[in-house]
């Protein structure tokens, strides 16, 4: 290795743990660059920042060893990897959203079972507006995309005393609390669920995996909430769904994203939207500092970084 650089999206004076053997810069992808990005031997992906911004230096760093998000998916950065030196890391966030992002699950999941968003509007005007609305006990919930995250949303149901929780990733696997079923399988569990989360990643498996075959299956009034990333839904078979009042949806991510104003997702009937918070609250900051705190210590002491989900193999 010829060089330590480090870029950090935070001032490095506001981080106090990080290890002296490594040169730090700031760099929040707006702007010139910090440095020679030649000689940037780590780069963490600035968080929330476009695309073509965050991927803006990759082609000059020519000695870039760790590519490090802060975001739990990877998508946004895949794009770069063919070009990577050879050997060069593409890091996730680990466990860092799986709090942050569960608790949204769920307070999406309940906002839409018990009608808030209409009691939203109904303050707004001034309405009483009594009525008999759902509740999250007794119902059937299947997680689609059963990682740290998904299992942090079971964590958060179990104690709302649902019947039931249906697990589904890529690979069918047991765990202590049950078997987590193939995606093959969803056929055969979809009909069961009151409420589908989503919680997947997006690759070339899920893009479009909830389509019009996915969601007819769902039963009638059921509630699909999603998590993970917009484009594994295909919006054009949801809206159908919605606007016919047979599904209802609630929603951090869209496809397309940011939602254009006037796109008739905002208005379709029992639909919920919030613009991918699910990450970015006040658990994000410690959580990433404590990430980057280890994960540098490792790369400082020559020992493998955690978290790596791709590898660059240009030579």
């Not at 509007?121 to 009594?130: K, S, T």
């Not at 054009?236 to 104003?261: F, K, N, S, W």
Request: include cysteine; glycine fraction near 10%; proline fraction near 10%.
């Amino acid at each position: 290795m010829t060089t330590q650089d480090v870029w950090l999206p935070f001032p490095p004076a506001e981080l106090t743990a990080l290890p002296e053997a490594l040169t730090y810069h700031h760099w929040d992808a707006s702007g010139e660059f910090p440095a020679d990005p030649a000689r940037c031997a780590f780069y963490v992906v600035p968080y929330m920042r476009p695309q073509e911004d965050v991927l803006r230096p990759l082609p000059h760093m020519t000695g870039v060893r760790v590519v490090q998000t802060l975001t739990a998916g990877i998508d946004h950065m895949l794009p770069a990897v063919p070009s990577l030196p050879q050997g060069a890391q593409l890091c996730n966030a680990g466990s860092l959203h799986n709090t942050s992002t569960a608790e949204l699950a769920l307070a999406l999941t309940l906002s839409s079972l018990r009608g808030i968003p209409g009691d939203v509007r109904a303050q707004a005007e001034g309405r009483w507006q009594p009525g008999f609305r759902a509740s999250l006990a007794d119902l059937t919930v299947l997680i689609v995309g059963y990682g740290g995250i998904g299992a942090a949303i079971e964590d958060r149901l179990l104690p709302f005393e649902v019947a039931e929780v249906l697990r589904v990733a890529g690979h069918a696997r047991d765990t202590p609390r049950g078997p987590v079923h193939a995606t093959t399988e969803l056929p055969r569990l979809l009909p069961a669920a009151d409420v589908v989360i989503l919680s997947a990643p997006l690759n070339a498996s899920t893009r479009g995996m909830v389509d019009g075959a996915f969601l007819s299956r769902m039963k009638d009034g059921a509630l699909l909430v999603n998590v993970g990333r917009g484009a594994v839904v295909d919006t054009g078979a949801l809206l159908a769904e919605t606007v016919a009042g047979r599904l209802r949806a609630a929603l951090d991510v869209t496809d397309p994203e940011p939602l254009p104003a006037g796109h008739p997702l905002w208005h379709a009937p029992g639909v919920l939207i919030t613009p991918h918070v699910g990450g970015p609250s006040s658990a994000f900051r410690p959580r990433a500092e404590r990430l980057l705190y280890a994960q540098l210590a490792r790369f400082a002491a020559g020992e493998p970084v955690r978290y790596v989900k791709a590898t660059g193999a240009q030579g």
